[in-house]
T-cell receptor
Framework: DAGVTQSPTHLIKTRGQQVTLRCSPK?????VSWYQQALGQGPQFIFQ???????QRGNFPDRFSGHQFPNYSSELNVNALLLGDSALYLC???????????????FGPGTRLTVL | KNQVEQSPQSLIILEGKNCTLQ??????????LRWYKQDTGRGPVSLTI?????NTKSNGRYTATLDADTKQSSLHITASQLSDSASYIC????????????FGDGTTLTVKP
């Protein structure tokens, strides 16, 4: 049973460019959450997708957007990249409890984004 | 503002020794507290989860404690191994939704031979 997978592993971009990161959830999971983790800090919640819709959002600008596909996989898009967007981007999947939140989150290995 | 403070920021110990990591939080209301282990460049992996009514939970050589009254938790690692070298992150949630969790900045543990 494959766990959460993310691609690419590493990515280098320049300021102003756009980037798309991808995540495949753990088998049986239907909810995907994205986190940004700067070096030496804990993960910061970006947003969560369930049933192909953004259900929750953290304190991130509109430059950060996402999508969830019918097979539950998800993408994170970041436009107009800034130097400060350099971080490890983590995807976590879980199984939603109907109307009552979600079960345990399982994290992927992350995508290391470097903005030059 | 909900906050999670972890101490120490970093710690170096010799293989075979024990250590204790601290987590203080101001998150309210409280639903649960998790400790995660994060190896360098990898995603966090859950070690323990405790709810309000639990004050201790073990997972092998890892034992977490929770004092909900003082809003403090600790993670005790016994007989440390080189593979314990990692960042340990405390996460406090007000409910089971991802957006309602507050992550600490972690304690970086280095175990030396």
């Amino acid at each position: 049973d494959a766990g959460v997978t993310q691609s690419p592993t590493h990515l280098i971009k320049t300021r102003g460019q756009q980037v798309t990161l991808r995540c495949s959830p753990k088998s049986g999971h239907d909810t995907v959450s994205w986190y940004q983790q700067a070096l030496g800090q804990g993960p910061q919640f970006i947003f969560q997708y369930y049933e192909e819709e953004e259900r929750q959002r953290g304190n991130f600008p509109d430059r950060f957007s996402g999508h969830q596909f019918p097979n539950y996989s998800s993408e994170l898009n970041v436009n107009a990249l800034l130097l400060g967007d350099s971080a490890l981007y983590l995807c976590a999947s879980s199984l939603a409890w109907r109307g009552q939140g979600m079960g345990e989150q399982f994290f992927g290995p992350g995508t290391r984004l470097t903005v030059l | 503002k909900n906050q999670v403070e972890q101490s120490p920021q970093s710690l170096i110990i010799l293989e075979g020794k024990n250590c204790t990591l601290q987590c203080n939080y101001t998150v309210s209301p409280f639903s649960n507290l998790r400790w995660y282990k994060q190896d360098t460049g990898r995603g966090p992996v859950s070690l323990t989860i405790m709810t309000f009514s639990e004050n201790t939970k073990s997972n092998g050589r890892y034992t977490a404690t929770l004092d909900a009254d003082t809003k403090q938790s600790s993670l005790h690692i016994t007989a440390s191994q080189l593979s314990d070298s990692a960042s340990y992150i405390c996460v406090v949630s007000i409910n089971t939704n991802a957006g309602k969790s507050t992550f600490g900045d972690g304690t970086t543990l280095t175990v030396k031979p």
